[in-house]
């Protein structure tokens, strides 16, 4: 019987000392907020016009967005495209962690609603938005901070 307490107890002993030693990450980085970002290629000569448009109704999103919380920040940046295939407008959008992305349509639905207009004006608002730029990709993205 003692040799089964022992044991018992060795077995938990390294147990726990195994899930202590797997908790450390040898990971070369630690994880910071999550990024979605979006490529955008506006036609020729329409980048101001299609920034004109997100000045209406991305601006007004995100700022409300940052005060509920629901996003840390926003960035969106211009340059000129290095090929014909490449974008030329980046949107950046923040998020605390990915656990901050769980249900975000609950949260961000009512606001859109209230800022661009219901679905059939936010589907409209989108559809002549294909006459100015065209969605090159979008990702979702991790920032790290090298150890």
Do not use: H
Not at 27 to 35: D, F, I, K, L, M
Not at 42 to 49: L, W
């Amino acid at each position: 019987m003692k040799k089964y307490l022992i044991l018992a107890a060795s077995a938990a002993l390294f147990i726990t000392w195994a899930g202590f030693c797997s908790a450390q990450s040898d990971a070369p980085y630690t994880e910071g907020p999550v990024w979605r970002v979006s490529m955008i290629k506006t036609k020729a000569g329409m980048t101001d016009d299609y920034l004109k448009g997100l000045a209406k109704t991305l601006k007004g999103e995100m700022e409300e967005f940052k005060k509920q919380n629901i996003i840390l920040d926003y960035k969106i940046m211009i340059g000129d495209a290095a090929t014909p295939q490449d974008f030329d407008i980046l949107i950046m959008v923040e998020s605390k962690d990915m656990a901050s992305l769980d249900n975000l349509r609950e949260k961000t639905d009512p606001i859109a609603a209230k800022i661009v207009g219901n679905l059939d004006q936010q589907r409209a608002m989108a559809t002549k938005r294909l006459d100015i730029r065209e969605i090159m990709g979008s990702k979702l993205m991790r920032e790290v901070t090298l150890k």
